[in-house]
């Protein structure tokens, strides 16, 4: 059984486009996350849920949503896709917010988004 | 969260230890070392994390030194499949954090 699952894994959308991706954990944790992945290979982390409760927002635009519908499920939706927005969209999830007591994250497949 | 300094790229001989290296000077007491790595196309993937004793599991050691500045992930016995971007990161115990991956270090296992 997969732990984490994202959908789809491969999205390629025109510009200005809104699309959204899934995510899902079956570990029963009460975080999640979203991170970006640059041509550049540096992850850096988006938004974080805690019980669905929205604990971190990185300077992340506001085109970019999450909905978190309960503790399992994690979406993201962007609107008006942008050429920059191309990258790597990992979901991840833990059993408490990263760090605290150092709990281990686990990660999706990932998402590869192309804006053309 | 502290910074973290890794080499860009190293390589190990299939059946030979791999030590990786990363340096975290500004750590904090409170922050946890914690290792991921990232094999091509794949999420990363958690590997071992610690605050300041040693610790040991069935992928990894992690060496920290006593003053915590810098840390050591050990593959006792590297293989092909453990060739991957290795990250090193800091994180504190406490909630509001940022964590970013840098850009880690590529270890290639040669045969």
């Known amino acids: 059984d997969t732990a984490v699952s994202q959908t789809p894994k491969y999205l390629v959308t025109q510009m200005g486009n809104d699309k959204s991706i899934k995510c899902e954990q079956n570990?029963?944790?009460?975080?999640m996350y979203w991170y970006k992945q640059d041509s550049k290979k540096f992850l850096k982390i988006m938004f974080s849920?805690?019980?669905?409760?929205?604990?971190i927002n990185e300077t992340v635009p506001n085109r970019f949503s999450p909905k978190s519908p309960d503790k399992a499920h994690l979406n993201l939706h962007i609107n008006s896709l942008e050429l920059g927005d191309s990258a790597v969209y990992f979901c991840?999830?833990?059993?408490?917010?990263?760090?605290?007591?150092?709990?281990?994250?686990?990660f999706g497949p990932g998402t590869r988004l192309t804006v053309l | 969260d502290a910074k973290t300094t890794q080499p860009p790229s190293m390589d190990c001989a299939e059946g030979r230890a791999a030590n990786l290296p990363c340096n975290h000077s500004t750590i904090s007491g409170n922050e946890y070392v914690y290792w991921y790595r990232q094999i091509h196309s794949q999420g990363p993937q958690y590997i071992i994390h610690?605050?300041?004793n040693n610790e040991t599991n069935e992928m990894a050691s992690l060496i920290i030194t006593e003053d915590r500045k810098s840390s050591t992930l050990i593959l006792p016995h590297a293989t092909l499949r453990d060739t991957a971007v290795y990250y090193c990161i800091v994180s504190r115990d406490t909630g509001g954090f940022k964590t970013i991956f840098g850009a880690g270090t590529r270890l290639f296992v040669k045969a």
């Open positions: 849920y805690n019980n669905k409760e929205l604990i």
């Open positions: 991840a999830s833990s059993q408490e917010l990263l760090g605290f007591k150092g709990n281990e994250q686990f």
């Open positions: 570990l029963g944790h009460d975080t």
């Open positions: 610690g605050l300041k």
